[in-house]
Each structure stands twice: as structure tokens, then as C-alpha cells.
């Protein structure tokens, strides 16, 4: 078949790889100019397959209205009159709920770790250089009471197969010296020695450079998909500027804009933005970044050291945090850039060269019950791989893998009835 993929971030390029794999032609489109240039442009870098639990665990709710009246919070909610958002609230409240907590983190984690399988098949199958490396992850703590709710989530968890360690301060100090400037604040951690660190930007630049040398497989960057075209209750033709690009399946995996698009069709996605900024800034060889990947859980910010430095070159430290509801805008929020920056340069003063660091804001396209969405849309030859969240990088590439056996009617490696629509919280 003729498969035209919508969206060429990590999500798109993950699918247009295991579509073609399979021998169908494959046209990829973007509005960019090149491949992972929105959401998989600058995210957090951190492949963690063990942290993959839905945002929505019980409690948070009081938490976040505890967070609207709080300027520095890591999450800040600006109400709209806008209905999406709403729903998109209500089926929240309902993920939170303990029993579907639960059975989101299960269905989370056996989408995560087949990913993590999927990756590494493709890793073997073709050189893909994106500074991927394990260097384990560490979650770390300011009080006890969420240190004790994280030890309840590592039982649950440990369960699917997680291999975590739940360590006092000490241990932590002595895991992660560069954490000294915060050790004193710390209550203890959540150690998985099994994850894995990379830049998702590259990755991207590879997955295109691997697609172009296969003859069944064709890009079109600078085309923005205007909208979709239907006749007798199908798909035909994706609208671009340049013309219409017909094909005999459409792949819609372009984000937050992928929304827009099935709106258009009538089609109401249960998908919200959730901003995120980053930072990323040079790392000198004497400098003293964390070389374990770090979440501090009280900021809700991550820490991931993408490259070393080097006698002849510097590294790289990437630092992410913030979810922002805000609606639809990529700008960057001088206040919550400032914030960010302040709390990552007190927590790793020696981490890099904090004048140098350069930000970057996205949007994540999130569900409620964070779980993406997967399969067929219920409109003709139309599918549906989005809703990733802040996960794309973590599960892309399985979820991708899943979507291909799907469309080729083959039985898929996990069960993917957590992923379809319908569904509620």
C-alpha cells in the first residue's frame, strides 16, 4: 500500500520505519523544514521506561488545585473558555481514581518496556548515533511522605518487572555527588539502574538519514497538512499548499496539531497541550553535571547529560520541567524560563555553563490517562499513533512497531486494547 505518515517527530518517523519495513511506500509530511523541529526538538532526553506511570495518580488533583496558587508550582493552569480543556479535566479526575492508576501504570509499563525491545531491534538493524547510553536514573526526594508514595509505586511496579532500589540520602549522595548542593534538603530516592539517556533531536536526524537510503520511502518537508479530504466516508487526500497528497492509508501522528486535523473531520480527540520548557547548555571539562539522569520530584524537573565534555569538545546538559496549560502558544514565558533556570542552577551550580544555556518551549499532546492513542479513528483509511504526551521518545518506537502489526493484521507483541478509542479517563 501507499501509506502516507502525518507528522515527522519521533512519533511519524517510528511509524514510516516499521511501515516500510513491512514493504509498504510510505510518504512522510511536515510543515517543518526537517524532522523532529516541534515536541521532539529539546525534550527532557531521558529514555525511562521504569517512570512511565500516568500523571494522573491519586492525590495529584488536590495537589494541583494546592499548585493554582502557587507562582513557582510546576504546574500552572490558566481556565479558559475552552470546552477541550474541560473535558479533557474531567477525564483526568477520573485516571486518578486508584484502580485506573493501577491499570494505567500496568499498561504503561508493558508498552515502555516493549519499546524499549522495539529500540534496541532497531539500534541492531541500522547505525542510528544519537548519544545513546545507559546510565541509570534516580528520582530523588525532598520529603518523606513523597518518598513513601514513590516506595508504594516501585511495589506496584516491581510486580511488571521493575528492577528499582529505594535509597536514603546518603545513598544517594554517594550514587550522585554532584546532587552535594541539595544533599542536605534530600529525604532519600528511587534508583533504576536500567535506563538510558539520548537526544531526541538526533535521533530524529538518524531515523530520517536510514529512511532516505530505502527506496520505498519518500519525505515532504514544508508541507503543512491543511486538512483532510473525504469522499464516501473516507480518506483520499491529504491538503497541503502544494497540492493534495492521495494514498491508500493516512497515518495522522503530527502532535497537537493532529487535533486540529480530526476536528476538521468531526472527529474529537480526547488530547490537550501541556508546555514544557527546557534548557540546554554546555558542559566544560571542569564542570560537574549529574552523570546519572536525575528527576527532582519536588520541582518536577529532569537532568540529562547528553554528551560529556571532552579535551577537544564540550557536552551537553539538557534540563526540563514545567507542564503548563496554558493553551495553544510555543512562546517562551520569560517568568517560568527564569524559574526553571534559578532552580536548576541551585540544585547543580557546577552542573555547566549556565550563561550559555539556550531554551526551548513545546507541546506536549497529551491524554488524560496518559496512555497514547493507537489503531483506526473509525473513519476510512484514516489511523491514529499520537498522544504521547511527554513519553514520545520513551514509547515511539514501540508504539509504532504495535500500529504496523495492526494495519498488516498481524497479532501484535502486547495487547493494545488499553490504547484505542474509545475510551474514558
Known sequence: MRICVIGAGIAGLAAAWHLAADGHEVIVLDREAGPGLGTSRANGGQLSYSYVAPLAA???PRKGLEYLF????????????????WR???GFLRAARPANFAAGTRAMLRLAYHSRDVLADMMDEAPLAFGHRQNGKLVVFRDEAGLASAAEVVALQAREGARQQVLDAKQCLALEPALSAIGAELAGGVYTPDESVGDSHMFCLALRDALMRRNNVQFLFNHEVTGLRMAAGEIVAAETPQGAVEADLFVLSSGIGAMHLAEGLGLRLPLYP???????????EADRPPEISITDAHHKTVYALLERATPAQEGRLRVAGMVDMVGFGTDLAEGRVALLRRQALEAFPAGGDWSRADAWAGLRPATPDWKPILGESGIGRLWLHLGHGGLGFTIGCGTAHLLAAMIAGRDTAIPTAPYLLPRQG
Open 70 to 85: 502557587d507562582a513557582e508550582a510546576p504546574l500552572r493552569l490558566r481556565p479558559q473558555m475552552d470546552p477541550r480543556l
Open 274 to 284: 501541556l508546555k514544557g520548557y527546557s534548557l540546554t547548555l554546555p558542559v566544560r
Open 58 to 60: 491519586p492525590g495529584v
Open 88 to 90: 479533557w479535566l474531567l
